[in-house]
């Protein structure tokens, strides 16, 4: 009955193991993903960066306004990656850009990704 027991204790020890290694494997692929995810952020932050010094750098040969340039890369390239922003859970609307939309849809973000759209 003893060594029944004793079975019993160092079999279910065992499942233990193969869960938590299971879990440590699915941790590790888990901070994987996350680091993957930064680094593209970081990546697409820096490109954003040098696109918006780009156009907003003053060229005084070139009369249109900021604003003018700004409405310019949103088209195209530029809604493309506000697009994708918004499907990463990010707000692109004037009043909450770059927060998370916590899994919401946003009215604002839609009618915005709408008319860069049409
Ligand atoms: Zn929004």
Known sequence: MKDR???DTVMEFEQQLETLQQQYIDLKKYVAQMVEDH?????ENLHLR?????LLSTDPT??????????LLD???GYDNL????????????VHFGGSRKGE????????LNKQNA
């Open 5 to 7: 027991n004793f079975l």
């Open 39 to 43: 680094q593209a952020i970081q990546t």
């Open 50 to 54: 040098r696109r918006l010094e780009e």
């Open 62 to 71: 070139d009369e249109s306004s900021n604003e003018e340039k700004v409405s």
């Open 75 to 77: 088209i195209g390239e």
């Open 83 to 94: 697009a994708r922003l918004y499907q990463e859970g990010f707000h692109v609307c004037h």
């Open 105 to 112: 849809d946003c009215l604002f973000c839609l009618s915005f």
